[in-house]
């Protein structure tokens, strides 16, 4: 059974910085590529950053420059540094393989970015 559970969310001010983290079991972590998504309030589940299993990785132009994906296939996790966050950035976060399997779809963590 193919569980992803996301980590890390919470409320920042903006400009700040948050480190999500998702543990991924029953699958063969490396050899899949990895994404981030974000949902926000209201509006669709886009993909923020994918990542290969050879350490490739593509980004949302709204994100450029501001998230770094990694992943570690020993650990089998993955993770998304994110900095200088802006409010527009307030969303679930989730992880699954690329392109998304339905089934794997974990609750999420949840950034929100107020002063």
């Known amino acids: 059974q193919v569980q992803l559970v996301e980590s890390g969310g919470g409320l920042v001010q903006p400009g700040g910085s948050l480190r999500l983290s998702c543990a991924a079991s029953?699958?063969?972590?490396?050899?899949?590529?990895m994404a981030w998504y974000r949902q926000a309030p209201g509006k669709q589940r886009d993909i923020v950053a994918r990542?290969?299993?050879?350490?490739?990785?593509n980004y949302a132009d709204s994100v450029k420059g501001r998230f770094t994906i990694s992943r570690d296939n020993a650990k089998h996790a993955v993770y998304l540094q994110i900095n200088s966050l802006k409010p527009e950035d307030t969303a679930v976060y989730y992880c699954?393989?690329?392109?998304?399997?339905?089934?794997?779809w974990g609750k999420g963590t949840l950034v929100t970015v107020s002063s």
């Open positions: 990542i290969f299993s050879g350490g490739d990785t």
């Open positions: 029953g699958i063969i972590f490396s050899g899949y590529v």
């Open positions: 699954n393989i690329f392109p998304p399997n339905n089934a794997y």
